[in-house]
Each structure stands twice: as structure tokens, then as C-alpha cells.
Nanobody
Framework: QVQLGESGGGLVQPGGSLSLSCAAS????????MGWYRQAPGKERELVAT???????DYADSVKGRFTISRDNGQNTVYLQMNSLIPEDTAVYYC??????????????WGQGRQVTVSS
């Protein structure tokens, strides 16, 4: 079994900063990529940022220059630093991991989600 433990998020005023972290635990052979997605009320879940095992990253256009994703491979943990937050960033943020549990079996796992609210 694989678990994704998330922390961080909360309420912040526009222009403020928040951070999220997600640690993968359980039977993990290797992690291909980890990342963050978000879902606002009435909208579909969308990519925020991902980081691959080789360190390459991908960001949604809407967060480029404001959000930074990083990864601690030794701790199987991914972080999301969110700066210059705007109300449109308000959503539930979900951690996602694409990983192998042995040399053949892979799966996509999701965290339970963390609320991020940007409001004055």
C-alpha cells in the first residue's frame, strides 16, 4: 500500500504566500513523478505543477513565475511554494504520485487534498 500524506495550505490574503508538502510512504520501488493538481468549486481538476525523477518540472501557465515545485528524493517528498497568491488560486490542492511498487507494477496515487483559500 502507498499513502500520500499532505500538509500545509490554509487561508491567506491576496499577494501572500503558502506552502504545501506531500510525503509518499509505503511499498515504493521508485517514483517517476510527483506533483500537485487543484480543483476549484464547479471546475475540473487541473494540473498545477509536477516534478520528475530527473528534476525536470512542468507548470500550468497560470502559476508560472509564482509557484515553485521541488522534490526531496531521499524522503519521497514534494513541496509546492506558492507566492503572490490571487483569489483565482483558491481550490483544493491534491498531491499526485506516479510510482512503481516493484520493478513491474506501477500506479497513480492521490492524496486527500488540502484547502487553499485566497481572500481578503
Amino acid at each position: 500500500q502507498v499513502q500520500l500524506g499532505e500538509s500545509g495550505g490554509g487561508l491567506v490574503q491576496p499577494g501572500g504566500s503558502l506552502s504545501l508538502s506531500c510525503a509518499a510512504s509505503g511499498i515504493i520501488f521508485s517514483i517517476v513523478s510527483m506533483g500537485w493538481y487543484r480543483q476549484a468549486p464547479g471546475k475540473e481538476r487541473e494540473l498545477v505543477a509536477t516534478v520528475n525523477s530527473d528534476g525536470t518540472t512542468d507548470y500550468a501557465d497560470s502559476v508560472k513565475g509564482r509557484f515553485t515545485i521541488s522534490r526531496d528524493n531521499g524522503q519521497n517528498t514534494v513541496y509546492l511554494q506558492m507566492n503572490s497568491l490571487i483569489p483565482e488560486d483558491t481550490a483544493v490542492y491534491y498531491c499526485r504520485a506516479y510510482l512503481y511498487t516493484d520493478h513491474r507494477l506501477w500506479g497513480v496515487y492521490w492524496g486527500q487534498g488540502r484547502q487553499v483559500t485566497v481572500s481578503s
